[in-house]
């Protein structure tokens, strides 16, 4: 297949435009490079630089390659800064993603991958989360995706329109190597937070030790982004022989907790990591794991690299290597 991975020089799309080489697609890559870096993109792979918000730009893309499929990354996903700056996020994340489901529209691309979160259930009423749990987003970047899933259930009524939305709760990890990883400026995620206080020799901030889990800490369900990518593997060959909407949650069904995290690392570096206990965060919940069953009886999807120690190891060799 001819494949657009919109997002594609960023940290998950990265790793997917290469599990897509491996299984000899031919793959092009658009993205801003605002987030993304173009050190992560393959010499053999097309990088077509350009914005979501250019509808001129998105129809010429489409006309002039002939995708078969799209799996659509692009976005921000900083939950603090979304509710600094609601106008960015709804109109890159929402907008940008209403455009580039017109254009799949119009040049008749058959198969759509939308890369969503667990932010669009909000604070959760049962634990695991299913993935008909109510939608009550608690910040606008969580809406910002819930409106664009919005947007896919429209055009599967009006257009037939065939997609897979994916959910995802925490991606995390690295190549198992260490030659792969994750980049974000700021960093806002736990694990490379903490692996990078250990590298610096400073503190790490802990947000709250007294919510209603075994250890005090928040507790979520995390998933290594090898696994991750090989979900929008399996929703590709889902949509060669399925038709209309189907959404999934991608996470494991089992969470760790954020100290559980913090011993980790301090296991696999071999160093002390000394901890900061600050208050709360506004809006996190104490625990977000996700029912999977959905997607491991329907995809025949099995994570094998989504223990703890995996991902953490993982990431230790990335950062690590990396001085980051």
């Not at 991975?5 to 793959?27: C, H, P, Q, W």
């Not at 994916?166 to 490379?192: C, K, Q, V, W």
């Not at 991750?228 to 590709?236: D, G, I, N, Q």
């Not at 089992?254 to 900061?276: A, F, P």
């Amino acid at each position: 297949m001819k494949i657009l991975v919109t997002g594609g020089a960023g940290y998950i799309g990265s790793f997917m435009v290469r599990r897509l080489l491996e299984n000899s697609d031919t793959v092009v890559i658009l993205d801003s490079l605002e987030k993304g870096y173009d050190q992560t993109i393959p010499s053999d792979v097309t990088l077509e630089k350009g914005s979501l918000l250019n509808k001129d730009f998105l129809s010429d893309l489409l006309r002039r390659h002939k995708f078969d499929a799209i799996i659509h990354f692009a976005a921000y996903i900083s939950m603090k800064e979304s509710m600094e700056d609601p106008y960015k996020y709804f109109e890159n994340n929402t907008y940008g993603a209403l455009n580039i489901i017109e254009q799949a529209r119009v040049h008749d691309i058959k198969k759509f991958v939308f890369s969503s979160t667990a932010g669009v259930y909000g604070n959760p009423q049962e634990v695991p989360i299913p993935e008909n749990h109510p939608k009550n987003p608690t910040n606008s970047y969580g809406e910002s995706k819930l409106m664009t899933e919005h947007i896919l259930e429209w055009y599967k009524t009006i257009f037939g329109f065939n997609y897979v939305v994916l959910r995802y709760f925490n991606a995390s990890g690295a190549a198992l190597d260490g030659s792969m990883g994750e980049m974000h400026d700021p960093e806002t995620h736990i694990i490379p937070n903490a692996i990078q206080a250990v590298l610096e020799n400073r503190d790490f901030t802990l947000f709250g030790d007294d919510y209603e889990t075994p250890d005090g800490s928040c507790v979520r369900d995390y998933i290594h982004v090898l696994d991750l990518v090989e979900a929008h593997v399996l929703a590709l060959k889902f949509l060669e022989k399925e038709h209309g909407g189907f959404t999934y949650n991608v996470g494991t069904g089992h969470g760790y907790s954020n100290k559980e995290i913090v011993e980790m690392v301090k296991k696999i570096s071999e160093r002390e990591l000394k901890i900061k206990i600050e208050d709360r965060r506004p809006g996190d919940a104490a625990i977000l794991v996700a029912d999977a069953t959905k997607i491991k009886s329907e995809l025949n999807f099995s994570p094998k690299y989504s223990d703890l120690e995996t991902i953490v190891r993982s990431a230790w060799k990335w950062h690590s290597r990396n001085g980051q």
